[in-house]
């Protein structure tokens, strides 16, 4: 069965690859032109991202109460993004791969699933502070458009959503399962007539609700831990801004900290609220028109673009093919 999972999964790889064939042809045109010490570079801190993307990981298992080493994490993490991309499901395929994981690590599942709920909700946190920090720059440059403004709101609505789930699990299993029971009940008349079925099992919602207030009840009495993870996911905005600084060297162009916070935040936005796997074409758009109309060329905006997606969404997706295959092989953690 594993197996089988493993080659569905390199198929609908190996078709994200044809279809973005136009892409990667102008990516490796656009590395020629470029200077390359600053791409090594960029792909040098861009590994601190993964593995700082597997302390976070740790942070947070260690937060419920389990012990987990970093490298094994930062496979599963990247083995997770890598889900997420070649078969979106809103998060839900990564989860699955930690998930699986904790099975084979004799981990709790209900554990192991607050930790991807709270990674998310402190990967949303910390990304607003950087979003406020960005309207600062695009709202004093009259760049500010409803566009943004609406990817926002959406984001933020995302993060509260996520953040009065938890705190209804925290407080109480029945409240949380009644929370999810309503939206499972809401999401399943929105979807009959189309599906004809129910789509989402109202039973299973309260099974995950106590799987999650078993999750949660291990963080209670320890709110000064939860600042470790937050600011593990702070430093991960930080280290893309930095990759997105060396795109800008590799071309010789100069910028500003505005224009680098402004631009990052537009493109990170739409990867989150986009409706592709990752932001593919919306991010490359997005980021695009941000860096123009921060008063970068248009043309060197596209190729500052295109470097920085390489190295931020199928470099790291390339890691993640390969970390797939390795957790893939692994054996159980009773038959070593």
């Not at 990052?264 to 109309?293: D, H, K, R």
Request: with cysteine.
């Amino acid at each position: 069965m594993r197996k089988t999972f493993l080659v569905i999964v390199l198929i609908l790889a190996a078709v994200l690859i044809i279809f973005s064939l136009s892409e990667l042809e102008s990516i490796l045109k656009t590395i020629e032109r470029s200077d390359w010490r600053f791409i090594g570079l960029g792909l040098i801190i861009e590994t601190v991202w993964l593995f700082n993307l597997a302390t976070t990981f740790r942070a947070l298992y260690r937060l419920v109460g389990l012990e987990e080493d970093s490298r094994h994490l930062m496979l599963v993490a990247a083995a997770a993004n890598f889900i997420n991309v070649v078969a979106p499901s809103a998060g839900i395929g990564g989860i699955a791969i930690f998930i699986e994981d904790a099975k084979h690590r004799n981990h709790a599942s209900g554990r192991v699933t607050v930790v991807g709920a709270l990674f998310v909700l402190f990967d949303y946190i910390a990304f607003l502070c950087v979003l406020a920090l960005g309207w600062v720059v695009l709202i004093r440059r009259n760049n500010l458009n409803t566009g943004e403004i609406t990817a926002s709101i959406i984001l933020l609505g995302l993060a509260v959503a996520f953040a009065v789930l938890l705190y209804l699990g925290y407080r109480s299993a029945a409240e949380l399962s009644n929370a999810l029971a309503w939206m499972a009940r809401a999401l399943n008349r929105i979807l009959r007539p189309f599906l004809h079925r129910e789509y989402l099992s109202v039973e299973r919602a309260y099974t995950f609700a106590d799987e999650i207030a078993e999750g949660l009840s291990a963080i209670r009495g320890k709110r000064k831990e939860l600042l470790w993870p937050f600011l593990f996911a702070l430093n991960n905005k930080v280290l893309l801004i930095c990759v997105l600084a060396l795109t800008f060297l590799a071309f010789q162009t100069p910028f500003t900290v505005g224009t680098l916070v402004g631009g990052f935040s537009i493109g990170y936005l739409f990867l989150i609220v986009s409706p592709t796997p990752s932001g593919l074409g919306f991010v490359e758009g997005a980021l695009t028109l941000a860096l123009n109309s921060l008063r970068v060329q248009l043309g060197t905006a596209g190729v500052i673009t295109l470097i920085y997606r390489a190295i931020t969404f199928w470099y790291p997706l390339g890691i993640g093919a390969l970390a797939l295959r390795a957790l893939h092989r692994q054996p159980k953690e009773g038959d070593r």
